[in-house]
């Protein structure tokens, strides 16, 4: 029972050819050689993962430790360098000198992929090939769910949300030679402006434009450019969702719409947008309405995973199996093995939770920010279409000394406040040859310096209290330095003016003397 529920995952989805005959009879070879060794444990396994294991979506309620690593052992087993009695005379054969390094990866040392595909399956390590065919429909089934219904393909690519996009872009060359350009409205994040460089495209970089509070995506800007460029040297449209206040997420239906009428690929930027039902639901309608090629999302910031991992998804599997093409070589199968780990011990119901709790975050979090502004005479910057980041004034800081700004920031860091951001005006940084002004506010002159604090998933209500007193506290330090260097330039002015006065006052008493003498003489 638990072998065919194996062989499920691991059947051709064609009628198979004799080469497709002869991989088939090897998975089935290879799997029976690892169940062997846990037959007994397998009806305890399979009642509890059937579900998972054979429809592929989220179990509702989460695993037990016990009952996940039984299934990873399974697993497991199923790798050749877990048989007894395996004899391995290749060059890479899952050997590893460490029992501890063993244990932290339970085993699974093959990694995913095959040399030409990363969702490819191999031979000898079935257990890890299942592990990642599993994950991959888990993380499928997690994207439905959080609000993009209609996308049909997705796989997790051992690297971060950078490199992740730079895979996309390289998948594009193929398909579009001419192209030389990609459209990005501007956000000041490094790593996504070096995946377009690491890819070997020039980045066009579209200035936001301010309505409100908001840094919003300039429409005319982008199309007047692909007209400009001409759509065929143009590789893509690259947009983005989750960022940091005052910029919003673009405005993905717009965009998606230009890229449809003009021919031209759209890669979006979702780097912390699953945990946000707003971001995916601009997803959602983009593919609708216009086109979007691929999104990619990072597991660290939406799964609370180690950072090394993120999710290339689509609208069309053809298209994120070149994708998957494209990486050169095995990869490392922690991320794969971390995520699932985390959404079977989880369940789709520990994640709904997880998602509502941080929205009640986010409304906390906006209402004690903007108490504390208010506070000191600062406000809440007026951000509605960012559902994650908030952003509060410092001009009264800025006023007075740019460096107080930053200061600030460094006292929250020092006081353990991390992943809070100061934002000084007139910031300048050069990245891989570009240089961008007012960097960290995402336009050239925002109107006011200001601090950023974001609601992500996981937070819980005592972060953002402590947060609160900890920023009300520093806010304090700063305003009494503030204070006393004031108090000390008024006296200093005082004592330079006593001072002249007194010189004044002995140099007209020595040319008195001075008359005296020589009126005595």
Request: charged share 25%; net charge positive.
């Amino acid at each position: 029972m638990g072998r065919a529920n194996f062989l499920y995952w691991l059947k051709p989805a064609k009628r198979p050819t004799p080469l497709r005959r002869r991989k088939c009879f090897v998975f089935r070879h290879t799997i029976r050689s690892g169940s062997r060794m846990c037959e007994s444990e397998t009806e305890v396994f399979v009642p509890r993962s059937s579900r998972t294991v054979q429809e592929g979506k989220c179990p509702e309620d989460g695993w037990d430790e016990s009952t996940l690593e039984l299934f990873l052992h399974e697993l497991a087993v199923m790798d050749s360098n877990n048989f007894l009695g395996n004899c391995g005379v290749g060059e890479r054969e899952g050997r590893v000198a460490s029992a501890l390094v063993a244990r932290r990866h339970y085993r699974f040392i093959h990694g995913i992929g095959r040399s030409g595909d990363i969702s490819a399956v191999q031979p000898k390590a079935a257990g890890s090939s299942l592990l990642n065919k599993i994950t991959n429909s888990l993380v499928l089934d997690i994207i439905k769910l959080a609000g993009v219904h209609t996308v049909t393909s997705c796989f997790v690519v051992p690297m971060a949300t950078g490199m992740s996009l730079t895979l996309c872009f390289l998948t594009l060359r193929h398909r579009r030679p001419k192209a030389k350009y990609i459209i990005w409205p501007r956000i000041d994040q490094k790593s996504c402006f070096k995946s377009m460089i690491t890819a070997g495209f020039e980045p066009v970089v579209i200035e936001n434009i301010l309505e409100g509070d908001e840094l919003r995506t300039d429409l005319k800007a982008v199309e007047a450019k692909v007209q400009e460029l001409g759509p065929d040297h143009v590789l893509c449209v690259h947009s983005t969702t989750s960022c940091f206040a005052p910029r919003v997420p673009d405005r993905l239906e717009e965009l998606a719409v230009i890229c449809a009428n003009y021919g031209i690929p759209h890669i979006v930027n979702n780097a912390y947008g699953v945990q946000s039902s707003k971001c995916m639901h601009l997803i959602q309608q983009g593919a609708r309405v216009g086109r979007i090629d691929a999104f990619v999302q990072s597991l660290d910031k939406n799964f609370m995973v180690p950072v090394g991992g993120a999710i290339i998804a689509g609208f069309n599997d053809s298209f994120i199996q070149e994708i998957s093409k494209m990486y050169p070589g095995r990869a490392s199968a922690s991320p794969s093995l971390d995520v699932l780990i985390t959404l079977l011990s989880l369940g789709s119901n520990g994640y709904k939770k997880l998602l509502k709790e941080r929205k009640e975050m986010f409304s906390y979090l906006s209402n004690q920010l903007k108490k504390l502004s208010e506070a000191y005479n600062e406000r809440l910057l007026h951000t509605p279409h960012n559902p994650i980041s908030l952003a509060m004034t410092l001009r009264t800081l800025d006023k007075h000394c740019s460096r107080a700004v930053t200061q600030l920031g460094s006292m929250l860091f020092t006081r353990q406040v991390s992943g809070a951001r100061v934002v000084p005006l007139g910031s300048m940084q050069t990245v891989s040859g570009y240089t961008f002004r007012g960097f960290m506010s995402h336009t050239n002159n925002y109107p006011c310096a200001y601090l950023n604090a974001a609601s992500a998933i996981g937070m819980k209500t005592q972060d953002v209290d402590l947060f609160i007193k900890r920023l009300d506290k520093c806010l304090k330090t700063v305003k009494k330095e503030q204070n006393k260097k004031s108090d000390i330039s008024g006296v200093d002015n005082n004592d330079k003016t006593e001072d002249v006065d007194i010189e004044e006052m002995a140099l007209k008493l020595d040319n008195v003397c001075l008359d005296t003498c020589q009126d005595s003489s």
